[in-house]
């Protein structure tokens, strides 16, 4: 179950509340009376054996006595009872309750959930505090006061922040268009929620405190989706040790990694803060400020304290100020004293009348390199704060979403403030808010631009998976789940990752002097033993040794020392390379290991012994292509040092990527994978080189596709046939082929464009066309059928796709071929295809909208199965199903 019946839940016609009571300070007491105190429209029943009347009203001793099933059931009653009433709720007819009860066993939860599942009956709760759905009166909580209608949907897991949340919003004015408590999620749960509110017209934005996710691929799926339509905010309790403990305690599970959690957030485009606070300023900026696309900021200002303030701010926030232009620096001159600032922040000094704000204001607004204006107002006896909002309100509505605005101070600049709202700008109590609601909109438009990115393809070839998966094998047939280095080397190799060349050799100090002289002096001597991760904590590495004497030095002080720290180690004996020659490579480490929560991760950083203490790096979601790769590198401190500096040129950052996509495809191709060290990866100029590796594997599959967060691309689905005379392949569609749809797209002629997307335009906007390639697999699939040509490049001649709800039942498909191969079979090939996999898939029925002039479409409908619905078609359009599989 999913969205199932979620609107009867948040929007219900009528409700029940079975346990309701006039006992005070009960559950069933406070849930009825808040219930009867709104203005909601529809019945309000009450079930309850040991009374007659409830406030005048009549009371129902069971649910079958009801005289008719309500929407919305509330359930008040002991644990014992709650999965009968389920049941019973469910054979009349209600689609959705809200189990208040608290103290259900796993048993009885259990029970609960094997009640509803028949009914597709959905569960909010138990043990939470409700819902409410201000625009319907609707209060179905014990919450100690209602909700103001708004376009903010607040979704928590605890309760107790919902009824925080509702005092704090509503001394504030802000509305809500649902407010749900999900308590301990048997059932509903963040992912439904999301799925629900991402369509639903009167949610604007979306806010969620959470604390741990138990369903993540669900939840990713459903977050990504939201994130595309309207603003996503979370509040992700536990950073801390003690934090994440608390949060384990108080949800009975255990949470995941923070930084995994951070990066779950950014992928799937939404924006993390870290208060209650920020929450819903971060709501309010990106509703009032949102449209705003300013990389830097200007700070307007009447007083240097404030001014000094904000730029403190933005440094501590790494928000950029803009650098202003001669021209504007010119026509500030012409407005402003002499001893103004002439740079930003642009102090207008403290006996500024009202014309001096109005004239700097369009100044700023003129240039566009001025970014974002930040008007920054301390109340004086000079002239009144509201008359300097009057004449500047104006100006500000001209450019909407250029300005935010800080009067400092309470009831002096209170009407200066309203005048200000209600011309639409972004309002803030202190210079510090302003700026880090500022960082905070840089943050969420980085995070909603890796939904668009267009990645380039790897310059890797096809992995040798079979190869890695052998070594591996070898491993776990052996008992081990170490691999030694020069195994852990060969899988990086398969890959495609370069290795440096490094020898095996016995652990006698002869062996490793032939090694030598065979690579070639000077060379780097390791220790090689399955029982040592770290080799250099037990002095089981040296470098840069220059000759046989040296070597054979080396090699004797190294056994004792290793003796002496591990003397139960297995030592096998000696790894020996060559020293690589590269004096101004950047050391880094590239690693792959399995969060408790999201699955697979990949996390990159600056590298060496001093990994740990350093302590520079970045953690990703995979699966991961370039563009991302790319994204994980940026938010490095490293990532400067690549770039250039002085003497060092700048580093090939696409070899550096295209590891990490290496590194991405292995979790995906390696079930047993289990953590992965490459420590140090040296990158320069010429590329990159692996010095050393370090793998551990397990004989239970912990990596592999079906354990990611997000599913990876299906290339098993891929065919080639011949088509022809010609090479036809057909797969699905991936990000790296924006480039080419959008040439497939030119290609159409314009009607065909209008009977596939119902209208006549030619160019797809960007975000349109991410959206087409950049599809989530667990939800969606398209395949393109490609064309090989004589050069080895591909021609894009038809797309598939189909879009399912997030149960699983529907999937709407649509079909297009390029004009000038209509007519010769590829549609055919295309939609069977479709079809088996979505069979395959469980999906239930296949549907689809054709225009009624669409003569080809109707025909390949109709050969393939599909048959019209005449209830659900009209007079421009007719609706094809297709059964695939039984509920």
């Not at 994440?244 to 305690?249: D, M």
């Not at 951070?262 to 949102?290: C, E, N, P, Y």
């Not at 090989?788 to 598939?800: A, H, M, R």
Request: glycine content about 8%; proline content about 6%; overall charge negative.
């Amino acid at each position: 179950m999913s969205i199932r019946h979620l609107d009867q839940l948040l929007e219900p016609k009528s409700v029940a509340v079975i346990g309701a009571s006039d006992r005070a300070g009960s559950v069933g007491a406070t849930v009825w009376r808040n219930l009867r105190a709104g203005h909601f429209a529809g019945p309000i029943r009450a079930v309850n054996p040991r009374h007659r009347v409830l406030d005048g009203e009549a009371v129902f001793a069971r649910t079958a006595d009801l005289p008719e099933a309500p929407d919305l059931a509330i359930l008040c009653t002991p644990p014992a009872t709650v999965p009968q009433l389920v049941a019973e709720l469910g054979s009349r007819g209600t689609r959705a309750v809200i189990v208040m009860t608290a103290g259900l066993s796993p048993a009885q939860k259990q029970a609960t959930l094997d009640a509803a599942r028949p009914h597709l009956l959905r569960v909010l709760g138990p043990n939470c505090l409700g819902l409410l759905t201000p625009h319907l009166g609707l209060n179905a909580s014990f919450a100690h006061t209602d909700a103001l209608p708004g376009d903010v949907a607040f979704v928590s897991q605890s309760g107790a922040l919902v009824t925080a949340v509702l005092d704090w919003a509503k001394s504030r004015r802000i509305g809500f268009s649902h407010m749900v408590s999900l308590g301990e999620r048997a059932d509903v749960d963040f992912g439904d929620l999301l799925d629900h509110l991402a369509s639903e017209p009167r949610t604007r934005s979306i806010l969620l405190y959470i604390e741990s996710i138990e369903a993540p691929r669900k939840f990713m799926s459903a977050a990504r989706a939201a994130a595309r339509n309207k603003p996503v905010i979370v509040v992700k309790a536990g950073r801390a040790g003690h934090g994440v403990q608390a949060a384990a305690s108080h949800t009975g599970a255990m949470a995941g990694s923070d930084v995994v959690f951070d990066a779950a957030i950014r992928r799937a485009g939404m924006l993390r803060v870290d208060t209650l606070q920020q929450l819903f300023t971060a709501a309010a900026t990106l509703s009032r400020f949102g449209a705003n696309r300013d990389a830097a900021l200007t700070l307007m200002t009447n007083g240097g304290g404030a001014g000094v303030l904000a730029a403190d701010a933005a440094a501590q926030a790494g928000v950029p100020l803009a650098e202003l232009g001669a021209a504007t620096r010119e026509r500030l001159d012409a407005v402003l004293p002499p001893t103004w600032s002439h740079a930003n922040p642009i102090d207008i000094i403290g006996d500024a009348p009202v014309q001096r704000y109005t004239e700097t204001l369009q100044a700023l607004l003129a240039d566009r390199d001025s970014g974002a204006v930040l008007f920054l107002h301390a109340p004086t006896a000079v002239v009144r704060s509201d008359d300097i909002a009057r004449a500047c309100a104006p100006i500000a509505r001209q450019a909407p979403g250029r300005v935010m605005a800080c009067w400092l101070g309470d009831s002096a600049v209170a009407d200066a403030r309203r005048i200000f709202q209600d011309a639409g700008v972004a309002d803030y109590a202190t210079p510090e808010e302003a700026v880090h609601a500022f960082g905070m909109l840089l943050t969420y438009r980085r995070n909603q631009a890796q939904l668009l990115e267009a990645p380039a393809n790897s310059e890797h070839g096809q992995p040798d998976a079979a190869a890695a998966r052998a070594m591996i094998e070898q491993a776990l047939a052996e008992g081990r789940e170490m691999l030694d280095e020069i195994e852990a080397k060969e899988v990086l190799r398969a890959y495609g990752i370069p290795v440096v060349r490094t020898v095996a050799a016995e652990p006698t100090a002869d062996a490793a002097v032939e090694a030598a002289q065979a690579l070639g002096f000077p060379v780097a001597l390791k220790i090689l033993s399955r029982d040592i991760s770290h080799k250099s904590d037990v002095g089981g590495v040296r470098l840069d040794l220059r000759d046989e004497v040296a070597l054979r030095q080396a090699a004797a002080d190294m056994l004792a020392r290793v003796r002496e720290l591990r003397p139960q180690a297995r030592i096998a004996g000696f790894s020996v390379q060559p020293m690589a020659k590269r004096p101004l490579a950047q050391e880094l480490i590239v690693g792959a290991s399995i969060d408790a929560v999201f699955g697979p991760v990949v996390m990159f950083g600056q590298g060496g012994t001093a990994v740990e203490v350093v302590a520079d790096r970045a953690v990703a979601l995979p699966p991961l292509n370039r563009a991302l790769a790319a994204e994980l590198v940026s938010r490095t401190r490293v990532a400067k040092l690549l770039a250039g500096y002085r003497d060092h040129p700048p580093a090939r950052l696409a070899a550096i990527h295209d590891v990490l996509v290496a590194v991405s495809q292995m979790l995906v191709d390696l079930p047993q994978l289990a953590e992965l060290d490459i420590n140090p990866l040296w990158a320069d100029e010429d590329g990159v080189i692996a010095l050393d590796a370090r793998l551990r594997v397990s004989g239970s599959p912990c990596a592999g596709a079906q354990r990611f967060a997000i599913l990876p691309y299906p290339a098993e689905l891929a065919e080639r046939l011949t088509w022809r005379g010609r090479t036809l392949v057909m797969r699905p569609i991936r990000p790296e082929d924006e480039a080419q749809h959008l040439a497939f797209i030119r290609q159409l002629e314009p009607q065909d464009i209008r009977l596939r997307f119902f209208s006549s335009r030619r160019e797809l906007p960007r975000t349109e066309l991410a959206r087409l390639v950049q599809i989530d697999y667990a939800r969606e699939m398209a395949f393109v059928a490609l064309l090989e040509n004589d050069d080895g490049t591909c021609d894009t001649v038809g797309v598939v796709r189909a879009v399912t709800d997030p149960d699983n039942v529907d999937a709407e498909f649509a079909i297009i071929v390029r004009s000038d191969m209509k007519g010769q079979g590829i549609g055919h090939l295309l939609l069977g295809k479709m079809i088996g996999y979505l069979r395959a898939n469980g999906t239930q029925r296949m549907v689809g909208e054709v225009l009624r002039e669409n003569q080809a479409m109707h025909e390949l409908a109709r050969a393939h199965g599909l048959h019209a619905d005449s209830t659900r078609s009209d007079g421009d359009s007719v609706r094809y199903v297709l059964e695939l599989a039984s509920p």
